[in-house]
């Protein structure tokens, strides 16, 4: 009569308790499906997000991409955006002990290196400690990646301080593995990564997020700064569709030097040609062709990075009778 699973993430394998939650990409799946599970079915949800957890508590870490063990696929560690979102909308069903246990491990702990980034944030040490991920030796994906771990960080010290104020279903007094006061000091310690990576590569000349090398200069990795060319610092895009993370828009008008600067950068995005450059892609993959065909400028909502951006502009007051 008690649910069960044979379990795909711990390396023996073998019947484990609870429920099992797998053939996920987080990367495409935080940004569409969980939001409308939360909204429109809030019961399912927590099961889920404790089938998460029960994955990290078999395996140690929570997957980035579930298939149906852990897989090195895509990037960030979307799982404890998932997570914390369920935390602040006060979602019911799954255990928050052990949700506190696997966001500390997923925003402190370096992931072990033969896991070969299918778990964790690859490079947190050098993220830490410049704010963020530069062209070298990065490798790959080092605007998006920063960006992706500054959602993350952001999204996880919303959720504490969900915790740390909570008298509802979420609370402190639930959390039994870290007491309040280190709860608070990683909360801080959080927002505050996030918000400087936030900044970090931003060009107020250009208006767009671009790649930095270690010393803060924009990277000549690639043969210099093409605002269309695809990959290198920009996961399936360029930097228009990674220049507007969807956390912390008050602070992203500020950076741009207002609300309508921001808006005003959000139609530049919309009217310009949807035409692109290959770069490290080497050839045209099908999202630059649906993206052009799409034919609404540098928007390519064909693909997941850009979903959240024309709602930007409804966040910053950007009012319906506005040309």
Known sequence: GDVVHWSPYSQDGGVKPGVLVTDNGFWDTFRTVYPMLGLLFPDHLGNIVQGWLNAYRDGGWLPSWASPGYRNCMVGTFADVVIADAIVKSIPGFDTDLAVQALIKDSFSNPPREAGGAVGKENLDTYDRLGYLPSEPSGHDYVSRTLDYAFSDWSVGQAFTTILKSNGLHKASAVKSVNSNDLSSKKTKLIGRAMKAHSALFDRS????????????????????????????????????????????????????????????????IRIPSNFHAGSYGQEIHEMTEARAFAMGQYMHNNQPVHHILYILAAIGYGKDAQ
């Open 206 to 269: 250009k208006g767009l997020m671009v790649p930095k090398d270690t010393g803060g200069r924009v990277a000549t990795h690639g043969g210099g700064f093409d605002a269309i060319k695809w990959g290198f610092g920009y996961t399936e895009g360029n930097s228009w569709h990674h220049s507007f993370p969807a956390f912390a828009v008050d602070s992203l008008a500020k950076l741009h030097g207002g609300k309508e600067q921001l808006a005003n950068k959000i139609k530049e995005l």
